[in-house]
């Protein structure tokens, strides 16, 4: 099994910046891909973006330019920094866990709200 810890939500003004962090542990494939998705209320979880274990990204047009996501020094661990953060933004943030041979895992997620 593995386990996807997020961290790093909170309320914040448009324009402002949140880093969100996920932290994971247990069975891990040393080639996987990680994705933060997020899912406002009454709508479908999206994709935002995501890092492959040898660093390639993949964002969501609506965040290119203002997110990046990283991996740590230690690799257990994947950061998404948000900057200029818009109230379209708001939603409940979750990392996922996928490789090959592996079932995909999901964290509990991490709120993000961005007032106007």
């Known amino acids: 099994q593995v386990q996807l810890v997020e961290s ?3 309320l914040v003004q448009a324009g402002g910046s949140l880093r969100l962090s996920c932290a994971f542990s247990g069975r891990i494939f040393s080639r996987n891909v ?3 998705y997020r899912q406002a ?3 479908q ?3 935002v973006a995501t890092i492959s274990s040898s660093g390639s990204t993949n964002y969501v ?3 290119k330019g203002r997110f ?3 991996r740590g020094n230690a690799q257990n661990t994947v950061y998404l920094q948000m900057n200029s ?3 379209e933004d708001t939603a409940m943030y979750y990392c996922n866990y996928n490789a090959v041979g592996s079932l995909t895992y999901w964290g509990q997620g991490t709120q993000v709200t961005v007032s106007s």
């Open 8 to 10: 790093g939500g909170g």
């Open 34 to 36: 990680i994705g933060w």
């Open 41 to 43: 209320p009454g709508k």
């Open 45 to 47: 979880r999206e994709l």
């Open 61 to 63: 047009d609506a965040v």
């Open 68 to 70: 990046t996501i990283s």
């Open 85 to 87: 953060l818009k109230p």
